[in-house]
């Protein structure tokens, strides 16, 4: 069993293939004050705790992180629990086959390469990936597979945080679509406001990154991926699929072209 690991800033992704199918998958809080032998047990009780992998030995490991912090100690966790297991984390001097065509490539996120990687393996080029997860991120993947470069947006989660905390009289509210685009109360103009709002936005991006990218706007696919997709989806008119384990099946292809 391969398992790969996406570290985000907030949450943790972990996930277990067997062959090209996700058998099994968690979401966990990044923690950054989390040492490597805690993180060995926390992820030690998820597998043994799953009824689907009772008998499961884990035979690689492939992680991304955008957290230095917890990637010393993901990196200190293989080498402890893990030593005798083939594992492969996505930084510089990894082949991810992904061509980077940035001032400087090295700004470039792990997990941003690793799903142009996931992209154009899953649906082909050209592909404009949104990643909605602490940051709302925007891929631009050419048609040979070129990381050509993307936007970065404050995340859902952290405008919340943002209305919560300036707003003397605003909450936090449960995410979920309202009755309608014009609210009768505040809680539903937050919701309209977010809901509708990122959905606009996520539009209004991707529609500039076609012009930029291609000639034909029907030629690219728009692939949304992270925990908070699902909010947008049914509200965007631009997004055509939804992946949500893309970043693991980058991690999957990255292992494969890094291993015997």
């Known amino acids: 069993m391969l398992l790969t690991i996406d570290v985000g800033n907030t949450h943790t ?5 067997e062959g090209e199918e996700v058998i099994e998958h968690w979401r966990i809080n990044t923690d950054p004050r989390r040492t490597a032998d805690e993180i060995a047990v926390v992820l030690q009780g998820l597998v043994q ?3 689907l992998l009772a008998e499961t030995d884990i035979s690689g490991i ?3 992180s955008t957290v230095p912090s917890v990637l010393h100690e993901m990196r200190e966790m293989c080498r402890r629990y893990y030593g005798d297991v083939s594992a492969v984390i996505v930084e510089p001097g990894v082949k991810t086959g992904v061509p980077i065509r940035m001032d400087n490539p090295k700004e470039v996120g792990a997990d941003r390469i690793v799903n142009a990687l996931a992209a154009v393996h899953t649906h082909g080029g050209p592909a404009i990936v949104v990643d909605f997860g ?3 991120t925007f891929d631009a993947v050419s048609a040979k ?3 050509v470069g993307g936007a970065i947006a404050p995340g859902i989660e952290i405008s919340i945080d943002a209305l919560s905390s300036r707003g ?9 679509r ?3 685009v014009i609210a ?5 103009a937050l919701q309209s406001g977010i809901i509708f709002g990122f959905a606009g936005q996520v539009d209004g991006i991707v529609e500039r990154m076609t012009e930029e990218l291609v000639d034909d706007l029907d030629e690219v696919t728009v692939i949304a991926t992270g925990g908070l997709a699902p909010l947008v989806l049914e509200e965007s008119r631009s997004i055509d699929v939804f992946e949500p384990w893309l970043t693991l099946i980058g991690l999957r292809l990255i292992y494969e072209r890094n291993t015997p």
């Open 178 to 180: 309202p009755r309608s």
């Open 62 to 64: 492939a992680l991304c």
């Open 134 to 136: 602490t940051a709302t």
């Open 13 to 17: 992704v972990l996930g277990l293939f």
């Open 49 to 51: 705790q799953s009824p």
């Open 145 to 147: 597979g070129e990381y």
């Open 168 to 176: 003397a009289q605003l909450h936090k509210i449960e995410l979920v």
């Open 184 to 188: 009768k109360n505040t809680v539903e």
